[in-house]
């Protein structure tokens, strides 16, 4: 079960990086909510070590990135509620994790910082704000009806990378 989320996992994000990584060719570039001082900002973070090239039989040739290991990943579903858009408040991230856009879409923004991101269906970001890292965290609002995976990191260690702006990462 785990070895074939982790399969799915890697399909989705080789599937996706052809529109997120703006950044060159050698990684994919993710927007990361995170909580430095107590307060929820995001950053944009290339992931480490970035695309290799599959010898996997059924994607030999294609780009792989590695996700690392995720633990109890959950799916999503946010309730149609007649078109409205779905505002959980102002939150932390339940556990440092991934988050992929299956249906739908986000926009993310911040109480006590500048800027946001949106994510848009088939789009993947990561929430490592959790509690005592950031005191009012930050607020997700979904689309109605939109599916997610939450995917956490075994505990709470986030996936290596390199932080390359201290904005999102279609903000220039
Ligand atoms: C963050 O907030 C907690 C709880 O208010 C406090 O104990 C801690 O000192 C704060 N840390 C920083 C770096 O401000
Ligand atoms: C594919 O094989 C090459 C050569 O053995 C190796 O360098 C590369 O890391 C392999 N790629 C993956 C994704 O395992
Ligand atoms: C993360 O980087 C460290 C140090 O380079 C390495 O030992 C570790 O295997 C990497 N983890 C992953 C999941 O790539
Ligand atoms: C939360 O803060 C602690 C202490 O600074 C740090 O070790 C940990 O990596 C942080 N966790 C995340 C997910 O940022
Ligand atoms: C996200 O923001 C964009 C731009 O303001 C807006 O068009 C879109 O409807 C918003 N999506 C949600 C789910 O609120």
Not at 27 to 33: E, H, P
């Amino acid at each position: 079960m785990t070895m074939l989320l982790h399969l799915f996992l890697l399909s989705l994000g080789a599937l996706v990086c052809g529109g997120s990584n703006q950044g060159g060719d050698d990684s994919l570039l993710v927007n990361a909510i995170v909580g430095k001082n107590n307060i929820s900002m995001v950053e944009c973070w290339k992931i480490e070590p970035g695309y290799q090239v599959s010898n996997v039989s059924g994607t030999v040739g294609d780009k792989v990135l590695a996700l690392g290991n995720i633990d109890n990943a959950v799916y999503i579903i946010i309730p149609d509620d007649d078109g409205k858009p779905n505002n959980g408040g102002l939150h932390n991230g339940a556990h440092a994790q991934w988050v992929f856009a299956l249906t739908g879409g986000v926009n993310v923004t911040f109480p006590e910082a500048p800027g946001g991101f949106t994510v848009n269906a088939g789009g993947l970001f990561i929430s490592s704000d959790v509690l005592g890292n950031s005191t009012l965290g930050h607020q997700s609002i979904w689309a109605a009806g939109s599916v997610f995976i939450q995917a956490p990191f075994p505990n709470g260690v986030v996936t290596n990378h390199t932080v390359i702006a201290h904005h999102s990462c279609e903000e220039k």
